[in-house]
């Protein structure tokens, strides 16, 4: 794919410029190395001017405001504090029903309203008033009332923002006076982090669903390692991660002063995109799995750009991984991945295409599919159910509180 491609293509878009790298030594002269004009994000009017009125984490400027919020995020996810909420599925842990339930209306809930986030900031639902600034000043009506749609988006996040509640929270409410941060601020700081953390890791497994249903093989290879480690008696756990490499196998910025690369200029302010370019490149030789080191490698090594680059790399790549390495090698561990049949006995497939197989919004899940997840024995389903039982004195009794 990368053959067919120049490392560094720019365009014009609106008022603005799209640059596009599919080379992994650019982003490590570029993006890495150059960090510091090259960690801005693009203008999103709707999403951080509207909704998020400027205190939209993700999508803000490379301000003194966004260094000292990354900073309390990266020291509140090292891999020495996750671990321990990640080793919930120890014998010694695990989420009773009540809690199960309870996090489940309060996350059905913002998966609903981030719903209706992807869908306002879906391309075409909004002018692209961020390349075409005129289109501010259009009446709203003639373009679907999309400035009020985003308005109310923003007034509901705001508003499920101010019932949260937790440790990293209480952490920054302490902090407040210290940072100077008003109210909104504190609701978006810590309403960004449930929502990141949430949808990457169950668009990841759902992914990982279609992928199994479509190349059961795979599956099957994955699981045969998987057995070879552990029995029906214990499921897979953190320090499975070394061991199960078969498993482990399996955002853009904005340009803040000009720059020259390979003999191109580039404009400040322009948009800068690591393409997919880079992950079905031919001449990769590096090591094919998941691998913390290897995110600040040589550019030749390293596996996979998930996590961006430079400053704006993931702060929560620690929980992240494990979250994505639990929760696929669990679900190998138990159960059978299979299609669906409809009336003739035929296997339903789902679409697996960036097109057809996912939903073309802010978030980039997968469109509904439907599956068969089976498990494997019920001397496995005995095990999970015992772990289940297992967790709440340890790990989820502390972030418990306590009725009023």
């Given amino acids: 794919m990368n053959k ?28 890495d190395k150059k960090s510091s004009i090259y960690s801005n994000r693009l203008v999103s009017y709707v999403g951080n001017g509207i909704i998020a009125q400027g205190d939209e984490l993700l999508e803000m400027q490379n301000s003194d405001y966004w260094k000292t919020c990354r ?22 842990n695990h989420m009773d029903h009540r809690r199960r339930f309870s996090t489940s209306i309060i996350m059905g809930n913002l998966y609903a309203l981030m719903e209706t986030f992807s869908l306002t900031m879906e391309p075409g639902n909004t002018p692209p008033a961020d390349v075409f600034p005129i289109l501010k000043w259009f009446p709203e009506a003639i373009l679907g009332n999309w400035r009020s749609r985003a308005q109310s988006v923003g007034n509901d996040i705001n508003d499920l923002h101010v019932g949260s509640d937790g440790c990293f929270l209480d952490f920054i409410l302490g902090q407040e006076k210290k940072f100077g941060f008003d109210r909104h601020q504190v609701y978006f700081i810590c309403g960004i982090l449930v929502e990141g953390g949430s949808d ?7 992914a990982f669903i279609q ?15 998987i057995d070879e480690l552990v029995g029906d008696d214990q499921s897979p756990t953190v320090n499975c991660y070394d061991n199960l490499p078969y498993v482990v196998a ?25 393409t997919s370019g880079m992950h079905h490149d031919d001449n990769y030789k590096g090591i094919t799995a998941l691998a913390l080191k290897l995110a600040n490698g040589e550019y030749c090594k390293r596996d996979h750009y998930g996590y961006e680059s430079g400053r704006q790399l993931c702060s929560g790549v620690h929980s992240a991984e494990r979250n994505f390495f639990l929760a696929i090698s669990k679900l190998l561990w138990e ?21 057809e197989g996912f939903i073309a919004g802010y978030l980039g899940c997968a469109e509904p599919f439907i599956c068969m997840i089976v498990t494997r024995s019920e001397t496995r389903k005995a095990t999970v159910l015992r772990k289940f039982d297992a967790m709440n004195l340890a790990v989820f009794s502390k ?3 306590p009725a009023a």
């Avoid at 990457?200 to 759902?206: A, E, H, N, P």
């Avoid at 190349?215 to 390692?225: C, D, L, N, V």
């Avoid at 159960?335 to 097109?355: M, R």
């Fill in 4 to 31: 067919a491609r120049h490392a560094l293509q720019a365009d014009g878009i609106g008022t603005g410029t799209a640059i596009a790298i599919t080379s992994p030594r650019l982003v490590q002269k570029l993006i």
């Fill in 71 to 92: 900073k309390l995020v990266h020291r509140n996810f090292l891999k020495s504090k996750s671990t321990t909420v990640v080793d919930a599925e120890a014998p010694e």
């Fill in 200 to 206: 990457t890791t169950s668009s990841i497994v759902l």
């Fill in 211 to 225: 992928i199994m249903i479509r190349w059961p093989e795979i599956q099957y290879k994955a699981r045969k390692q």
């Fill in 250 to 274: 399996s955002f853009p910025h904005s340009l803040a002063e000009h720059d020259w690369a390979d003999g191109m200029l580039l404009l400040k302010g322009s948009d800068v995109f690591n």
């Fill in 335 to 355: 159960a059978n991945i299979k299609p669906c049949q409809d009336p003739l006995g035929k296997n339903t497939e789902p679409a697996t295409g960036s097109e």
């Fill in 399 to 401: 972030y418990d509180t």
